[in-house]
């Protein structure tokens, strides 16, 4: 991978933390992240079935994803600690969609070593940055949980507003979760020509 953003992928420095496109290669480092975190992460993400803690599942998810982001559909991103190598955290943007609509939503989790660093904060703001810039979204969506007051303050942060609460919006960890939802609109969009 090239060290600069491209259209079909990510790598963005901001001090000791990169946030870059998930490769192929990375399964054996995801799968790591997930399984030292999957009591921290297992309250805020769905029921994950035995092969989302696998290399193989890994390995077949990362291809698929590779396509998504070669076609600008969708976007895995990994955060890395710049001087360890270690896997920090996840962002994802999904359900793109270009005309008229220009908009995404995105997901992201954080290691439990992580919290409370300003990590996800600075990731995320690389990580809209760039989709504003090099995918050309006008809005990109984000939702939580009420009680996910760690999460409500990164969104607040970057200047997310929220628009509504959506009552059993996701199947979170076994549960329908109701979620306040959330936007930040990109100021500069300009149609391409």
């Given at each position: 991978?090239?060290?600069?953003?491209?259209?079909?992928?990510?790598?963005?420095?901001?001090?000791?933390?990169?946030?870059?496109?998930?490769?192929?290669?990375?399964?054996?480092?995801?799968?790591?992240?997930?399984?030292e975190?999957?009591?921290?992460?297992?309250?805020?993400?769905?029921?994950r079935?035995?092969?989302?803690?696998?290399?193989?599942?890994?390995?077949?998810?990362?291809?698929?994803?590779?396509?998504?982001?070669k076609?600008?559909?969708?976007?895995?991103?990994?955060?890395?600690?710049?001087?360890?190598?270690?896997?920090?955290?996840?962002?994802?943007?999904?359900?793109?969609?270009?005309?008229?609509?220009?908009?995404?939503?995105?997901?992201?989790?954080?290691?439990?070593?992580?919290?409370?660093?300003?990590?996800?904060?600075?990731?995320?703001?690389?990580?809209?940055?760039?989709?504003?810039?090099?995918?050309?979204?006008?809005?990109?969506?984000?939702?939580?949980m009420?009680?996910?007051?760690?999460s409500?303050?990164?969104?607040?942060r970057?200047?997310?507003?929220?628009?509504?609460?959506?009552?059993?919006y996701?199947?979170?960890?076994?549960?329908?979760?109701?979620h306040?939802?959330?936007?930040?609109?990109?100021?500069?969009?300009?149609?391409?020509?």
């Open positions: 991978m090239s060290k600069v953003s491209t259209p079909q992928q990510m790598y963005e420095v901001d001090g000791d933390i990169i946030v870059r496109t998930a490769e192929p290669t990375d399964a054996s480092l995801i799968c790591a992240y997930f399984i975190n999957r009591r921290h992460l297992q309250p805020w993400e769905p029921k079935e035995p092969e989302f803690f696998s290399q193989a599942g890994w390995t077949k998810r990362l291809i698929k994803l590779s396509e998504l982001h076609m600008g559909l969708g976007f895995y991103l990994l955060i890395i600690d710049r001087e360890s190598g270690d896997m920090l955290g996840t962002i994802s943007f999904s359900n793109l969609a270009r005309f008229p609509f220009h908009a995404c939503n995105v997901g992201y989790s954080l290691a439990k070593t992580a919290q409370g660093r300003g990590v996800m904060t600075r990731s995320l703001t690389l990580a809209t940055q760039y989709m504003f810039k090099q995918q050309n979204m006008h809005r990109i969506m984000a939702s939580y009420p009680h996910n007051q760690a409500e303050a990164v969104l607040k970057l200047g997310f507003v929220e628009e509504g609460f959506a009552k059993d996701l199947l979170i960890n076994g549960q329908w979760q109701d306040k939802l959330t936007s930040l609109v990109n100021p500069n969009w300009q149609p391409t020509s």
